[in-house]
């Protein structure tokens, strides 16, 4: 089992920057893909970014490409999402996710194991 705990979420302006930051605990995470997902109010959970266990393959969806930054450092057992010029549709609770022994990166919710509890984002106009 691992646990997972996001950080970071909070309320800022539009054209501003968080980073998430989601800590695992339990396991040695080094071998775990993870993605990040949000879900917005009345809107179905959606793929954000996605990470292989080394780094060196990540994934993103359209809408965050080129603002979003998905990064790991396994020896803290640590995943990032670095979010820059955040966006009126931005705003969600944010999740990250793992899978375990996972050689590649995934897109679909039902490939995950593990959840965290969600960080909220809020982006004020």
């Known amino acids: 089992q691992v646990q997972l705990v996001e950080s970071g979420g909070g309320l800022v302006q539009a054209g501003g920057s968080l980073r998430l930051s989601c800590a695992a605990s339990?396991?040695?995470?080094?071998?775990?893909?993870v993605g990040w997902f949000r879900q917005a109010p009345g809107k179905e959970r959606e793929i954000v970014a996605a990470?292989?266990?080394?780094?060196?393959?990540?994934y993103y969806a359209d809408s965050v490409k080129g603002r979003f930054t998905i990064s790991r450092d396994n020896a803290k057992n640590t995943v990032y999402l670095q979010m820059n010029g955040l966006q009126p549709e931005d705003p969600a609770v944010y999740y990250c996710?793992?899978?375990?022994?996972?050689?590649?990166?995934?897109?679909?919710?039902?490939?995950?194991?593990?959840w965290g509890q969600g960080a909220p984002v809020t982006v004020s106009s």
């Open positions: 990470i292989t266990w080394s780094g060196g393959s990540t």
């Open positions: 996710a793992a899978r375990r022994r996972a050689p590649y990166y995934y897109l679909r919710l039902d490939e995950y194991d593990f």
């Open positions: 339990g396991r040695p995470f080094s071998s775990y893909a």
